[in-house]
């Protein structure tokens, strides 16, 4: 009796935390400002293909469940999750800067969606990684992208991957 109770209690617990996707998810907490305080990475983007589509950068937890998971499943467990996206910059390798909670692990992607569709289209668009992995045809692993950012600013480059053939690599000279 008490069980059913309390059941729908815990639903409407459940149905509050809910966080439905969309892709603004994680951006505005992503902003940098001038002259803020607290954690921020700076990401710098090289070897994009062109400058056509979006830039997307994505921060994540750095364990492997974590990983490329959900975003509104990570923002409503509380866990680190951070989005910036727009238009391609026109410099050679851009810089995007990305506001953090704190210090902590992370593991960062960056995708090149030239179509601007809001997906990861392995014929046409490049992705990169924190820490630069070798890319075969699945996503790596946490622990070989993860990165530990400190208080402050923290830099790191991105390397982007591209089809080339039947894999994925850098285009040549990019590394």
Avoid at 54 to 67: A, C, I, N, Q, S
Avoid at 97 to 108: D, E
Avoid at 128 to 143: C, E, M, T, V, Y
Avoid at 148 to 165: I, K
Wanted: positive net charge; charged residues 20%.
């Amino acid at each position: 009796m008490i069980r059913l109770l309390l059941l729908p209690a815990m639903l409407v617990m459940l149905t509050a935390a809910f966080i439905p996707s969309n892709p603004d998810l994680g951006t505005a907490e992503a902003q940098c400002r001038p002259g803020e305080a607290g954690t921020e990475l700076i990401v710098e983007i090289a070897g994009l293909k062109d400058r056509v589509g979006k830039l997307k950068v994505e921060v994540y937890p750095g364990t492997e469940g974590d990983f490329l998971a959900d975003d509104n499943i990570l923002l409503m467990a509380g866990k680190t999750f951070r989005r910036v996206e727009g238009a391609v910059p026109s410099e050679h390798n851009p810089h995007v800067c990305v506001h953090l909670p704190g210090p902590g692990r992370i593991a960062v992607m960056v995708l090149h969606d030239r179509d601007s569709n809001h997906r990861f289209n392995w014929q046409r668009d490049g992705v990169g990684f924190s820490n630069n992995p070798r890319l075969g045809w699945s996503k790596p692993r946490a622990d070989a992208v993860a990165v530990n950012v400190g208080a402050g600013v923290t830099s790191l480059r991105v390397v982007m991957n591209y089809r080339n053939g039947f894999s994925f690599g850098p285009i040549a000279g990019s590394r």
